[in-house]
């Protein structure tokens, strides 16, 4: 089993849709998560980090649940431009990525 | 220079040939990483530093070296290059390299191809 694993989609969606992804992690001790965007051949960007009580950016909720070891992201009102992969990312020494899932948004 | 550099951009190279792969970086982090990209396996980490004169093997360290002589640079070299190692590979860095804390800022992208 992967340590960080995702659904690789794709996730097909509307425009204004609200769309979420999940990505579970297998080492109980991992500490710090991160969710990437990461365009077509380009590099991955942070998005966001995902903190233990949760937190919000704009359009972009992330949630880390310990129990039941997953972190996930959700996008609200989605934009053509929210076309990309979604990389999670959770570590203890080290940060371990997650495949990705990619998200398309349609007009 | 601003962030993480990587050269070259993209290469072709036959197996059997040495390469070396160079990163620099200008935001005096002191951890950096290479990663390598394939389609359906995500990011996977070859080797890291957490400091300057000190490295360690990641997740697929086989084939590959690196040193880390300063702070900015972080070069890896495949000895010996095989097919397997066609893959898209990206170096990173964070201000850190304690735990995962940190958020890791990506260079570019080498695109690399061994026929």
């Known amino acids: 089993r992967k340590e960080v694993e995702q659904d690789p989609g794709p996730f097909n969606v509307p425009e204004g849709a609200t769309v979420a992804f999940n990505c579970t992690y297998s080492n109980s001790a991992s500490q710090s998560f991160f969710w990437y965007r990461q365009d077509c051949r380009k590099e991955p960007k942070l998005l966001m980090s995902v903190y233990s009580s949760g937190n919000e950016d704009g359009r972009f909720t992330a949630q880390l649940n310990r129990a039941s070891q997953y972190i996930s992201l959700l996008i609200r009102d989605s934009k053509l431009s929210d076309s990309a992969t979604y990389l999670c990312s959770g570590g203890y020494n080290k940060l371990i990525f997650g495949a990705g899932t990619r998200l398309a948004v349609h007009p | 220079i601003a962030g993480i550099t990587q050269a070259p951009t993209s290469q072709i190279l036959a197996a059997g040939r040495r390469m070396t792969l160079r990163c620099t970086q200008d935001?005096?982090?002191?951890?950096m990483y290479w990663y390598r990209q394939d389609l359906g396996l995500g990011l996977r980490l070859i080797h890291y530093s957490n400091t300057a004169g000190t490295t360690g093997k990641g997740e697929v360290p086989d084939g590959y070296s690196v040193s880390r002589a300063n702070t900015d640079d972080f070069p890896l070299t495949l000895a010996s290059a095989v097919p397997s190692q066609t893959s898209v590979y990206f170096c990173a860095s964070s201000e850190t390299g304690l735990a995962a804390y940190n958020e890791q800022f990506f260079g570019p992208g080498t695109r690399l191809t061994v026929l």
């Open positions: 935001m005096r982090h002191n951890a």
